[in-house]
């Protein structure tokens, strides 16, 4: 039975190695598509009363700074759903503009920044980053 075993291991050992090899080799990945990327941001503030800047910031062609406003999310007496809802339709429509000309909404982030002053927070924005892309 020894020698059985001392003329198969050889092989086995060889047969192992190769489907190892084989199992673990790298791929040379091409890609297929090479992008380019644009992005939006949003900057809501959350200052009662109209006093914070809210606004859609964009860079043109020209690498200049192009500002739309949009409402900030309270008024003097609380939260307003219907500027809520005016900066939402504005953002879509922004989104769809881009959609339109060919670029796909590739990521989106969000953060928040509070400034707590005496322990309330009196003010306060949302970022929101819009990153798309375009296969060139």
Known sequence: MKESFKFWLPPMLMVTAILCFWAFKTENVKQDKVYIFKQFSTVESVIAGGLGRSRILTTDDNGTLVEKDLLN???LVGINFGNIANNDRLIVEKVN???IQGWEL???STGSQTNMSGGTTS????ITRYLFRKSQ
């Not at 003010?123 to 949302?126: L, Y």
């Open 73 to 75: 999310f309270y008024s």
């Open 97 to 99: 503009e881009w959609t």
């Open 106 to 108: 590739y990521q989106i």
């Open 123 to 126: 003010t306060g924005i949302f």
